[in-house]
């Protein structure tokens, strides 16, 4: 099939590469009735949703050495993965984690496309599986909702339009209280609903605010949240290639479409079944066509359009807008299964795959992410499988030098932080771990670590002058729990020059 024939048949019609697909050309956003899909990737997204909300509202309840399981409290800088606590002074951990899942995503969409966004994406499963049910259940299906928004404000639409938005007000303020809890934690989140409102006016606010802001996403912007403002959706020109995976519309197939036209009256007699009819009614292509084209298994019903919740053309290939919700490939199988011909029109498959008829997944490109991701794996299990219990920070107190304690006995001031990084109290001590020279605390001396905090002080190490080394003698200082030795600094002890 050459390229000036399917120039052709598009059109040359290619004016959706130049503005999104819900904006026209005054630039007035188009509201969208998507179609309400149905069919086995629709039931299969549906128990995944089921799965992933299930999850989402029970995560933070659960506890694991008594810090909860998934915690991302940016206002005290402190993080909960796996119910291990990670304070700031882990920032490189935080770094290498963050490599490595932007290595995962790199990888992950080159192989897969935006899997994740049809299928566990949250804007995805609360819009979709949610609130778009809520709105089917009040308003109806995409020509009731078109019909009820154009008509004049009758009793009827009144009263189905405040249904749907104080229960849609109603679902995003139990929503975003739940995403509130992985930041401030769900004892927080409890602890301002029980209380007066006077006693937690920022926690209040914070609520109204996270609210307000679910009810704009899910109620006005929808679709815009995926095609405008999601970065991850503007990569995808980067990062896609052709051996990705993504929902795709077989032209090699489905050219030059065909048009079912409808007969007056049933033929059986002609076609042998009503199915055989249905068939034999597809337009042939148009006259001015090769004459070895014959007409494809499209059959421009539209259908794929309609039930399109961002409101693209798949048939056009693919676009930034597609979130692969697999939408569009239940319509086109009911369709096909409908005038009996094979399903698969469209389908997950690669432009390689349809092109060649052979997917090629393992590519160079592939196997390199992938040796990359499993370095980055690797040091980040090693790194946190060493991590220690305690961070121990000391410093030579600023603009000091040494004292003389007696005529055999120098001093110098240090200064010291232990963060305890566990979810438990923790016993410490300070003890010098080079010999001779003894530490001297100042104040009361360190005895425990409160769970996920810090301590501070000071303390002079005491060294005899004939262990010195020169004017910096290397020293160390152990910190000891239980017995045991949990960390070790190195720093220096100031004498005078020999």
Same mark, same amino acid.
């Given at each position: 099939m050459n390229n000036e024939f399917l120039d052709k048949v598009i059109e040359d019609n290619e004016e959706y590469r130049d503005h999104l697909s819900t904006v026209d050309s005054s630039g007035k956003r188009i509201w969208l009735y998507p179609k309400k899909p149905a069919?086995?990737?629709?039931?299969?997204?549906?128990? @995944?949703?089921?799965?992933?909300?299930?999850?989402? !509202?029970? $995560?933070?309840?659960?506890?694991?050495? &008594?810090?909860?399981?998934?915690?991302?409290?940016?206002?005290?800088?402190?993080? @909960?993965?796996?119910?291990?606590?990670?304070?700031?002074?882990?920032?490189?951990?935080?770094?290498?984690?963050? *490599?490595?899942?932007?290595?995962?995503?790199?990888?992950?969409?080159?192989?897969?496309? +935006?899997?994740?966004?049809?299928?566990?994406?949250?804007q995805t499963v609360f819009m979709e599986m949610f609130f778009r049910k809520i709105e089917y259940w009040i308003e109806g299906d995409s020509n009731e909702q078109r019909r009820l928004d154009k008509s004049p404000w009758t009793a009827e639409?009144?009263?189905?339009?405040? *249904?749907?938005?104080?229960?849609?007000?109603?679902?995003?303020?139990?929503?975003?209280? /739940?995403?509130?809890?992985?930041?401030?934690? $769900?004892?927080?989140?409890?602890?301002?609903?029980r209380e007066p409102v006077s006693q937690n006016v920022g926690g209040f606010v914070a609520m109204l605010v996270f609210s307000g802001v679910f009810y704009g996403v899910f109620s006005r912007l929808r679709e815009q949240v995926c095609t405008t403002i999601c970065p991850y959706g503007r990569l995808q020109g980067v990062l896609l290639v052709k051996d990705s995976i993504v929902v795709a519309y077989d032209h090699v197939r489905g050219e030059p479409r065909g048009k079912l036209?409808?007969?007056?009256?049933?033929?059986?007699?002609?076609?042998?079944?009503? @199915?055989? &009819?249905? +068939?034999?009614?597809?337009?042939?292509?148009?006259?001015?066509?090769?004459?070895?084209?014959?007409?494809? #298994?499209?059959? #421009?019903?539209? %259908?794929?359009?309609?039930?399109?919740?961002?409101?693209?053309?798949?048939?056009?290939?693919?676009? !930034?807008?597609?979130?692969?919700?697999?939408?569009?490939?239940?319509?086109?199988?009911?369709? $096909? #299964?409908?005038?009996?011909?094979?399903?698969?029109?469209?389908? /997950?498959?690669?432009? =390689?795959?349809?092109?060649?008829? @052979? +997917?090629?997944?393992?590519?160079?490109?592939? /196997?390199? /992410?992938?040796?990359? *991701?499993?370095?980055?794996?690797? %040091?980040?299990?090693?790194?946190?499988?060493? +991590?220690? #219990?305690?961070? =121990?920070?000391? %410093?030579?107190?600023?603009?000091?030098?040494?004292?003389?304690?007696d005529e055999t006995h120098l001093t110098n001031l240090y200064t010291y932080v232990l963060i305890n990084k566990t979810s438990k109290e923790m016993p410490v001590s300070l003890q010098l771990a080079t010999e001779g020279g003894q530490i001297q605390v100042v104040g009361q001396p360190p005895v425990s670590i409160p769970k996920s905090s810090k301590i501070e002080g000071a303390f002079f190490i005491v060294f005899p002058k004939n262990l010195l080394k020169g004017r910096k003698t290397p020293v160390k200082v152990k910190v000891v729990s239980s017995g045991k030795v949990i960390d070790e600094v190195k720093t220096n002890f100031l004498g005078p020059a020999k």
């Amino acid at each position: 099939m050459n390229n000036e024939f399917l120039d052709k048949v598009i059109e040359d019609n290619e004016e959706y590469r130049d503005h999104l697909s819900t904006v026209d050309s005054s630039g007035k956003r188009i509201w969208l009735y998507p179609k309400k899909p149905a069919g086995r990737f629709y039931n299969a997204r549906t128990w @995944v949703s089921f799965a992933f909300l299930a999850i989402f !509202l029970i $995560m933070p309840f659960i506890k694991v050495n &008594g810090e909860q399981f998934l915690l991302f409290n940016i206002l005290e800088r402190k993080f @909960v993965l796996f119910g291990l606590v990670f304070t700031p002074q882990d920032f490189h951990l935080f770094v290498l984690a963050m *490599l490595t899942f932007i290595v995962f995503i790199i990888l992950f969409t080159v192989v897969y496309g +935006r899997l994740f966004c049809g299928w566990v994406c949250p804007q995805t499963v609360f819009m979709e599986m949610f609130f778009r049910k809520i709105e089917y259940w009040i308003e109806g299906d995409s020509n009731e909702q078109r019909r009820l928004d154009k008509s004049p404000w009758t009793a009827e639409k009144v009263r189905k339009k405040a *249904l749907k938005h104080i229960v849609f007000f109603a679902s995003a303020v139990v929503v975003s209280n /739940y995403f509130l809890a992985y930041i401030i934690g $769900m004892d927080d989140v409890l602890k301002i609903v029980r209380e007066p409102v006077s006693q937690n006016v920022g926690g209040f606010v914070a609520m109204l605010v996270f609210s307000g802001v679910f009810y704009g996403v899910f109620s006005r912007l929808r679709e815009q949240v995926c095609t405008t403002i999601c970065p991850y959706g503007r990569l995808q020109g980067v990062l896609l290639v052709k051996d990705s995976i993504v929902v795709a519309y077989d032209h090699v197939r489905g050219e030059p479409r065909g048009k079912l036209k409808k007969e007056k009256t049933a033929q059986p007699a002609q076609y042998g079944s009503p @199915v055989d &009819g249905i +068939r034999a009614s597809v337009s042939e292509a148009p006259a001015d066509t090769p004459a070895a084209a014959k007409p494809g #298994d499209c059959i #421009d019903c539209k %259908l794929c359009v309609a039930v399109c919740p961002t409101g693209i053309d798949i048939r056009n290939g693919t676009q !930034l807008e597609c979130t692969n919700c697999t939408a569009c490939i239940d319509a086109c199988d009911a369709i $096909m #299964d409908k005038v009996d011909r094979p399903r698969g029109l469209i389908r /997950y498959d690669s432009m =390689t795959g349809i092109e060649s008829g @052979v +997917r090629k997944i393992f590519t160079t490109r592939v /196997y390199a /992410y992938t040796a990359v *991701l499993i370095a980055l794996l690797s %040091l980040d299990v090693f790194l946190i499988a060493n +991590r220690g #219990d305690i961070e =121990t920070i000391i %410093l030579r107190s600023p603009g000091q030098l040494y004292q003389e304690k007696d005529e055999t006995h120098l001093t110098n001031l240090y200064t010291y932080v232990l963060i305890n990084k566990t979810s438990k109290e923790m016993p410490v001590s300070l003890q010098l771990a080079t010999e001779g020279g003894q530490i001297q605390v100042v104040g009361q001396p360190p005895v425990s670590i409160p769970k996920s905090s810090k301590i501070e002080g000071a303390f002079f190490i005491v060294f005899p002058k004939n262990l010195l080394k020169g004017r910096k003698t290397p020293v160390k200082v152990k910190v000891v729990s239980s017995g045991k030795v949990i960390d070790e600094v190195k720093t220096n002890f100031l004498g005078p020059a020999k």
